[in-house]
């Protein structure tokens, strides 16, 4: 996997509810414009499932298949592994980390610039 992080002047608590609300994502995502969890799941969950409503219009079904309350969770869409996501206590905040497949390496601009949104969105 490839990361990409930034260190935000943040409690890691606010940093996690931001990752892991949904109705959040469009706001830091570029490229997610809605989702939403299968029933019975009511937040991110392990092996909990959903839709993600893609920038380019694209519906694409989701699974979370790695999930640390607090610290960690990654995800497959359409049956393809693809971000994770990080957040770590620091002296001064937070560091939250995404990670992307190697394959994927061009995505990593796409995640810093979600992690600049992350910072705004908590500062």
């Known amino acids: 996997m490839l990361s990409v992080h930034r260190v935000i002047a943040a409690p ?3 940093a996690w509810e931001l990752l892991v609300d949904l109705d959040a994502w469009p ?3 570029p490229s997610i414009k809605g989702a939403e969890l299968d029933h019975p799941y009511r937040e991110l969950a392990p092996h909990a499932t959903g839709t993600v409503h893609t920038s380019l219009g ?3 079904p989701f699974v979370i298949t790695d999930f ?3 610290r960690y969770w990654a995800w497959k869409v359409a049956g393809i592994p693809a971000t994770g996501h990080r957040v770590e206590p620091v002296d001064d905040g937070a560091r939250v980390t995404m990670e ?6 061009a ?3 796409v995640c810093a610039l979600a992690l600049r949104r992350i910072e705004k969105l908590l500062s």
């Open 27 to 29: 706001r830091w995502g």
């Open 68 to 70: 640390d309350p607090g």
């Open 100 to 105: 992307v497949p190697w394959w994927a390496a």
């Open 107 to 109: 995505y990593v601009t």
């Open 12 to 14: 890691p608590q606010a």
């Open 58 to 60: 694209v519906k694409l």
